[in-house]
């Protein structure tokens, strides 16, 4: 399938730069319908015995500026632990590392001194940090500045409206967007209406900022991302379905820790795993039901899910968002779409 097929006409016009000043004022388009509310107005679009799984990843305040060993800038967003004393960046220049220099970060003295020990390509190396993966974590949210999409060209005042307010613990290089518009006053709501709340964590890799390069979908390759589904969130996914209920995914992180997790029987299993799932037309979900996500970049494989999820519909979903003026992308606005079978 040619990637073109997922494409659109995005003007920059239509991406928020800023986040809302209250989360839950965003707009929310309910597909079915084509009807515009608020995300407030969520409970009024669920039913009782519905469940929502949120991703709480806390994002990594990754992006860290240094220098070269032979003192030449550098700018790196950590994009994950790989075990050990490895972790693996997204390198601003890499085209200027090379395999065995040194690099540091943090402070003067530096606080973190690594050391290059691989080039996977796209800009992405694999350094080894001269530090436990404790301390690195601790240097990192000391010297390290929250990484915003490149498509955001504007500073915001308080980089807690990067979080979501569930976020618990830090591991991701990127927000799961969906969730940023979520209050404790609708989360409230949604308890005495009888909607329950299932956490998972899904670690957001780089994909999340990337248009798909290649010509067709069958040429992508995905950059794999952990996640960890908890057994409580599996035993409410169960019982949810058992009832009649609704598994509702806040964010296309959900969707895949989810799916990539379910057993030939549909049924997400709990524990630890890692996935590079690429969800395309075809693809058959089996534990989402609905999916409230933000609105996705041309030719992204986030937007790739969506079109899985929902069949052809995605294009009238987006026609009338940029014609009724939503606001897109990670501060944007959200549309709760329904599974298409």
Known sequence: MLTSAF????????????????????????????????????????ETGDLLVVNATRVRRA?????????GKLEILLLGHQGNHQWAALALPARKLRQ?????????PPELVATVIDDQGGGIVVLELEAEPAEVEAAVERWGVIPLPPYITESIADPERYQTIYADR?????????????????????????????????EIGIDTFRPIASLRLEDHRMHSE??????????QIRTTHKAGGRVVAVGTTVVRALEASANQH?????????????????????????LLTNFHLPRSSLLVLVAAFTGESWRQIYQHALSNQYRFLSFGDAVLVDRHD
């Open 7 to 46: 494409d659109y006409e995005l003007a920059r016009t239509a991406i928020a730069q800023q986040p809302l000043d209250e989360r839950d004022s965003a707009r929310l388009l309910v597909a079915d319908g084509l009807q515009d509310a608020q995300i407030r107005d969520l409970p009024s679009f669920l």
């Open 170 to 202: 830090v591991g991701s290089a990127a927000a799961p967007t969906a969730g940023l518009h979520f209050t404790r006053r609708l989360l409230a709501e949604l308890e005495q209406a009888g909607i329950g709340v299932a956490k998972l964590e899904l």
């Open 63 to 71: 992006r860290l500026h240094g220098h070269r060993d032979n003192g």
């Open 266 to 290: 549909g049924e997400p299993r709990a524990g630890k795993g890692v996935t590079d799932l690429f969800a395309t037309p075809g693809f058959r979900f089996r534990v989402v039901d609905r």
């Open 226 to 235: 952990r996640y960890s589904i908890p057994e409580g969130t599996v035993d």
């Open 100 to 108: 065995g220099q040194k690099v540091w970060f943090g402070g003067d």
